[in-house]
T-cell receptor, first 115, second 117 residues
Framework: ETGVTQTPRHLVMGMTNKKSLKCEQHLGHNAMYWYKQSAKKPLELMFVYSLEERVENNSVPSRFSPECPNSSHLFLHLHTLQPEDSALYLC??????????????FGQGTRLTVV | AQKITQTQPGMFVQEKEAVTLDCTYDTSDQSYGLFWYKQPSSGEMIFLIYQGSYDEQNATEGRYSLNFQKARKSANLVISASQLGDSAMYFCAMRGDRFAAGNKLTFGGGTRVLVKP
């Protein structure tokens, strides 16, 4: 069983829908991340939370809204998405957001299709 | 800025043979970490191996070893005795040791490995 769990695994939504992606980690980590993986593009960091406080937003459009209510849970709220937002969304956690020797553990991702 | 380059978009390897996946990086940080991840078709990113920039010995984890050449800024992954289950995408990544807000993992574009029986 992975230490980072993402739900749902697959999501199809219309451009006018509102949905949320959920991520939960059971590793006692202090940092959580959202990544976007599109076809033929490197993994893109979207958001970083350290100790429940957002420390980086890589110029992500406002139609993506993260929420981190506690150190174990991370949400990505979606609204009025575009077809180009279709991608695999990966959640990750790490012990610490600031040091170089801590690996990130990833969930299995949510495969999002916007129609 | 950090950059990771993986020049092999895809490769075939015969079962039980070894394969080397190339990774070069660029950073101005003095201290950093290098990582390799495996992503099977299920989507999950699986951590494989870590190499610190000040580690004197190359990292090894079971059938995985990292050929770290600091002067050349390369961190190639070697998979020995390939198995069919090794077929996946492989990503090289790095993280600097600077306390910058959101000290993030920077990923390369990945290499798809297909192991042939």
């Amino acid at each position: 069983e992975t230490g980072v769990t993402q739900t749902p695994r697959h999501l199809v939504m219309g451009m006018t829908n509102k949905k949320s992606l959920k991520c939960e980690q059971h590793l006692g980590h202090n940092a959580m991340y959202w990544y976007k993986q599109s076809a033929k593009k490197p993994l893109e960091l979207m958001f970083v939370y350290s100790l429940e406080e957002r420390v980086e937003n890589n110029s992500v459009p406002s139609r993506f809204s993260p929420e981190c209510p506690n150190s174990s849970h991370l949400f990505l709220h979606l609204h009025t998405l575009q077809p180009e937002d279709s991608a695999l969304y990966l959640c990750a956690s790490s012990q610490d957001a600031s040091t170089g020797n801590t690996e990130a553990f990833f969930g299995q991702g949510t495969r999002l299709t916007v129609v | 800025a950090q950059k990771i380059t993986q020049t092999q978009p895809g490769m075939f390897v015969q079962e039980k043979e070894a394969v080397t996946l190339d990774c070069t990086y660029d950073t101005s940080d003095q201290s950093y970490g290098l990582f390799w991840y495996k992503q099977p078709s299920s989507g999950e990113m699986i951590f494989l191996i870590y190499q610190g920039s000040y580690d004197e010995q190359n990292a090894t984890e079971g059938r995985y070893s990292l050929n770290f050449q600091k002067a050349r800024k390369s961190a190639n992954l070697v998979i020995s005795a390939s198995q069919l289950g090794d077929s996946a995408m492989y990503f090289c990544a790095m993280r600097g040791d600077r306390f910058a807000a959101g000290n993030k993992l920077t990923f390369g574009g990945g290499t798809r490995v297909l192991v042939k029986p």
